[in-house]
């Protein structure tokens, strides 16, 4: 009899800790985007920090950065200014990013005389650059390829979420709002028309 009343309340308080667990769960996740990592490429992004920020507004200038390029050179978005430019933050280990890479390689080659395509890898969340290399080797992506090691430019353009994209018109000013999530081929050339 005793054990029945024992194992009555131990079940009773496990039930009482699961729904209390699940209701503080529900309200943690208000407003955020949990995403499963494991490898599942049907998700629209990867949060790499708490999404608190909403990102650059449309018509703010985008801010200026220096970032070292695969193959070692120094690529500044100032001296693109009277190109337009897509900054697509992106990592080897983010499914999503994995997905739309192919269409933006398809994307660069009709279109890179029009746009330039600035892939920046966050590199300071990658296990090593050899990593980075290998992917893109493996893969044969020509866009260029920036490292950003101390995730400095993912801090200043809140990237929190992989992937996130930024349209910057002629003007250097980010001209669209800017995409969170894998982007595809007739959306970057969408994107390449709204752009001035």
């Not at 005793?2 to 039930?15: H, R």
């Not at 708490?50 to 801010?63: F, R």
Request: glycine share 8%; charged share 25%; proline share 5%.
């Amino acid at each position: 009899m005793i054990k029945k009343v024992l194992a009555t309340a131990v079940l009773m308080l496990l039930i009482g800790l699961l729904i209390i667990n699940v209701t503080d769960k529900s309200n943690d996740d208000e407003g955020a985007n949990v995403v499963d990592v494991t490898g599942n490429t049907n998700v629209d992004g990867v949060a790499i920090s708490s999404p608190g920020k909403s990102g650059l507004e449309v018509g703010k200038q985008a801010p200026d950065f220096e970032l070292t390029t695969l193959s070692g050179k120094t690529v500044r978005l100032s001296d693109l200014r009277g190109k337009k430019v897509f900054i697509n933050f992106w990592a080897t280990w983010c499914p999503p990013c994995k997905k739309e890479m192919p269409e933006m390689q398809e994307f660069y080659e009709k279109y890179s005389d029009e746009v330039e395509i600035l892939a920046i890898n966050a590199t300071g969340q990658e296990n090593s650059m050899k990593s980075v290399r290998n992917f893109i080797n493996d893969f044969n992506y020509t866009y260029p390829i920036l490292l950003d090691k101390k995730l400095k430019v993912v801090e200043s353009y809140m990237a929190y979420g992989l992937p996130t994209t930024y349209f910057i018109g002629t003007d250097g000013v980010v001209q669209q709002p800017r995409k969170v999530g894998p982007m595809t081929y007739d959306f970057m050339e969408e994107m390449l028309k709204k752009l001035q």
